[in-house]
């Protein structure tokens, strides 16, 4: 069964600093990996995606995320954070056989001015 | 383009009773998920239905029960509520292949006294 694992309860990280939120995965066969962040009491929002092709994919709000099949690992990053990307993030990966889309347990990124 | 809605918003529930929880996905969309967020276990996959069809199903009770309609909406049905079962409920709803992103509702806020 595939899982994910988000080793950070919590990261703190100064304004205009970048910034990474930790994600690795288990899965038999090639994943398919999903950011998401969720602000507080909403629903979860799409980031980012990875299916195939390049390992660095960008996304929305300048978010980017590396994938390692090496290191099963898809780390979401951030050149320069802003206030305003505090939030709760959440890493997801679903196996290509049709299983369902399994969630971490989320990261709380605070970004301190 | 409508988002996901979920309805309603907010509810508080007494212990023993039933509750059902509606969601209308986006046009075009054909799989509907849900999911259970508490702060201690993060989110927790319930089911998935896709064209009207259970297609997957999480590690929960049987109290727990779900439907699809021929308009994809869904809703998912809590009988004999318990304290436990006091969380946030997400639906998520997709175009149903596995390398496409899900998009979230707002989620129902359930509190069971």
């Known amino acids: 069964a595939q899982s994910v694992a988000q080793p950070e309860d919590q990261v703190n990280v100064a304004e205009g600093n970048p910034l990474t939120v930790k994600c690795t995965y288990s899965v038999s066969g090639n994943p398919y990996l999903f950011w998401y962040v969720q602000y507080p009491n909403r629903g979860l929002q799409f980031l980012l995606k990875y299916i195939t092709g390049d390992n660095l994919v960008k996304g929305s709000y300048g978010f980017e995320a590396e994938f390692n099949k090496s290191q099963t690992s898809f780390h979401l990053k951030k050149p320069s954070a802003l206030v305003s990307d505090s939030a709760l993030y959440f890493c997801a990966v679903r196996d290509p056989r049709g299983t369902p889309l399994v969630f971490g347990k989320g990261t709380r990124l605070s970004v301190i001015a | 383009k409508a988002g996901v809605t979920q309805t309603p918003r907010y509810l508080i529930k007494t212990r023993g009773q039933q509750v059902t929880l509606s969601c209308s996905p986006i046009?075009?969309?054909?799989?509907v998920s849900w999911y259970q967020q508490t702060p201690g276990q993060g989110l927790q996959f319930l089911f998935e239905?896709?064209?009207?069809?259970?297609?997957n199903k999480g590690n929960f009770p049987g109290r727990f029960s779900g439907r699809q309609f021929s308009n994809s909406r869904s809703e998912m049905n809590v009988s004999t509520l318990e304290l436990g079962d006091s969380a946030l409920y997400l639906c998520a709803s997709s175009l149903g292949q596995g390398n496409t992103e899900a998009f979230f509702g707002q989620g129902t806020r359930l509190t069971v006294v």
């Open positions: 239905y896709f064209s009207e069809t259970q297609r």
């Open positions: 046009s075009g969309h054909r799989s």
